[in-house]
């Protein structure tokens, strides 16, 4: 179950930036904290950002998250043709108290 | 650096018991603060959280799957397994074991998931 809205593609030409959103309400991001992953084609996810901003380390500043009420974003800078992926978001549901992903969003780096 | 590995069988028939190990190296399962979790994700979909099992053996499904699946965790090998019953097709989907951070912190929750397994195909098929 999808509770969180993500746009199935993205496109940009390197170098330049592209921004995902992740929609969703009041019982998940409104009020629990976003994450985000990035999965390589024929990889697992792999975690790019942590309590709707954190950056693991090893992770490139070129990738930010933010949250504004019940929505997030994943904004990647300076793409690289290495960065198109599927990247999807994720927070806790209190409803159903579930952990709940967005449907995926395909980035293509033309 | 903390490493996941996936084993068991890919192919289960419709109605059988879906059996998984992860083997954790790089950490104890046992050494406190975080939960091991499973996620699957079907071909050509998202990703699906099904449960975990913390440090102190205590476990959490996903109401969805709740009747149907079992964490359990072997300390001595530093392994824990998935079951989950009454496989149907709708369960064929690449499972990963993950290690999840969990907080709860001015009133919200924090979970998320790293490092991840490489996942293993599991067909429901007879």
């Given at each position: 179950q999808s509770v969180l809205t993500q746009p199935p593609s993205v496109s940009a030409a390197p170098g330049q930036k592209v921004t995902i959103s992740c929609s969703g309400s009041s019982?998940?991001?409104?009020?629990n904290y976003v994450s985000w992953y990035q999965q390589l084609p024929g990889t697992a996810p792999k975690l790019l950002i942590y309590d709707n901003s954190m950056r693991p380390s090893g992770i490139p500043d070129r990738f930010s998250g933010s949250k504004s009420g019940t929505s997030a974003t994943l904004d990647i800078t300076g793409l690289q043709t290495g960065d198109e992926a599927d990247y999807f978001c994720g927070a806790w549901e209190s409803s159903l108290s579930t952990?709940?992903?967005g449907g995926g969003t395909k980035?293509?780096?033309? | 650096q903390v490493q996941l590995q996936e084993s068991g069988p890919g192919l289960v028939k419709p109605s059988q018991t879906l059996s998984l190990t992860c083997t954790v190296s790089g950490d104890y399962i046992t050494g406190g603060y975080y939960y091991w979790s499973w996620i699957r994700q079907p071909p050509g979909k998202g990703?699906?959280?099904i449960g975990y099992i913390s440090y102190s053996g205590s476990t959490y499904y996903n109401p969805s799957l709740d009747s149907r699946v079992t964490v359990s965790v072997d300390g001595s090998k530093n392994q824990f397994s998935l079951k989950l019953t009454s496989v149907t097709a709708a369960d064929?989907?690449?499972y990963y074991c993950v290690r999840e951070t969990y907080d709860y912190k001015s009133g919200s929750y924090s979970k998320y998931f790293d490092p991840w397994g490489q996942g293993t195909l599991v067909t429901v098929s007879s």
């Open positions: 019982s998940n991001i409104g009020n952990v709940i992903f980035l293509t780096v033309l | 990703l699906d959280w064929t989907a690449v």
